[in-house]
């Protein structure tokens, strides 16, 4: 990755902040050669300070750090876009971003699945989700063929909403069985991608 650092007589380049999952704008910042090797070394978003003049890791005192999960340059080099997952508010106010926009994915497939993460690790015995995972893999396998089966019954019929309530289910528990084994959906949505090429 090269950036031009010299296009700027403070050798100093824009990095935007760009959530990973949500691809919402975090916020700007800018960088110089030391704190970019810096955030590439700890993996957190540290830029240059121009109001302290000096680095300045973004979380080094809130603990609201900006994880870094991929960097890349602009056409120029000499703007970067960090991809990066937020620990906590970013902007100094509390807000999500510093724009006072809410960082929300609104993939509620991505919800769910954080839904059933949350169930997963801290499990609660009113919990349907908890309760599968308690049962092991073999039961919300179970779950999945059963499901599975209800879904071809029901397309069959001429009943439009039996059919979806079933598919509904079926989505979910498998959304259960991916988790159970280790995996995300966007795992799988890999795979269809690569065979897709």
Not at 148 to 164: C, R
Request: net charge negative; proline share 3%; with cysteine.
């Amino acid at each position: 990755m090269q950036i031009d650092f010299q296009k700027s007589p403070d050798g100093l380049v824009p990095a935007i902040i760009q959530d990973a999952i949500t691809n919402k704008v975090l916020m700007l910042g800018y960088m110089n050669r030391e704190s970019l090797e810096k955030t590439v070394l700890d993996g957190k978003v540290t830029f240059f300070s121009r109001s302290k003049n000096r680095l300045w890791t973004k979380g080094e005192e809130s603990g609201n750090f900006l994880m870094v999960k991929d960097l890349m340059v602009d056409c120029d080099q000499d703007t970067i876009l960090i991809k990066a997952s937020p620990v906590g508010p970013v902007c100094h106010t509390g807000a999500d971003t510093c724009w006072d926009e809410k960082n929300v994915d609104n993939n509620f497939l991505s919800t769910l699945e954080n839904i059933i993460t949350d169930r997963k690790n801290n499990p609660s015995d009113k919990s349907y989700t908890a309760s599968l995972f308690a049962k092991g893999i073999n039961k919300i396998a179970q779950k999945v063929g059963e499901e599975a089966v209800e879904v071809v019954i029901e397309a069959k019929d001429n009943n439009d909403e039996l059919f979806l309530n079933e598919s509904a289910d079926l989505l979910f528990h498998y959304l259960i069985l991916l988790q159970a084994k280790g995996f995300q959906l966007s795992d799988v949505i890999s795979v269809l991608k690569q065979r897709h090429k």
